[in-house]
């Protein structure tokens, strides 16, 4: 395994990584979305059964103030869940774009300098690198298969297809 080969698995850990917090951003949403769906139809339920002891402005008003507290709710969860996928997106980009450089600078130095031994390093961490590497596959796929159970048929999950740094780079060439 060359330092390119090592910057590349990297690349695609962190990027396994991003897609696994995206994951465990989108079983928020859908918990905090069903959170909100039960606590309309348990206020329903309640408003309901209680409506004969109510006047008709009170359960109007009951009403409003559900409805007002779903919608803030729900606008929140929107903008805290957009945001944190916004936040992980950038980590991951800044993230790859470093692994990029230090694998170019890595090459750099040993062109100039005659040294392996960076490439040498890169061969002893290939067991731990690879097992890494497995690892955040199957935590990938598990947040995956989690956020698919929390939000039922509605969730759609983080692209396990990962794409390097560097094959995005020669793709833009």
Do not use: C, H
């Not at 993230?95 to 300098?113: D, P, S």
């Amino acid at each position: 395994m060359t330092a390119k080969n090592l910057s590349t698995v990297a690349a695609d850990i962190i990027e396994s990584y991003g897609n696994t917090a995206k994951n465990v951003i989108d079983a928020y949403r859908a918990g905090g979305e069903r959170a909100v769906s039960l606590l309309e139809q348990r206020w329903n339920a309640a408003l309901k059964q209680s409506r004969s002891q109510l006047t008709a402005e009170v359960a109007k008003n009951a009403s409003a103030a559900q409805l007002a507290f779903s919608v803030y709710y729900t606008k929140g969860l929107t903008t805290t869940t957009k945001g944190a996928e916004q936040v992980v997106n950038q980590l991951v980009k800044l993230a790859g774009l470093g692994v990029e450089r230090v694998a170019a600078n890595a090459n750099l130095f040993e062109e100039k300098t005659g040294m392996t031994t960076l490439n040498t390093l890169a061969e002893v961490t290939k067991p731990g690198v690879t097992a890494l590497s497995n690892l955040a596959s199957t935590i990938e796929q598990k947040s995956a298969q989690l956020a698919s159970k929390i939000a039922g048929d509605d969730v759609v999950n983080a692209s396990v297809k990962r794409t390097s740094a560097f094959s995005q780079r020669r793709k833009a060439a």
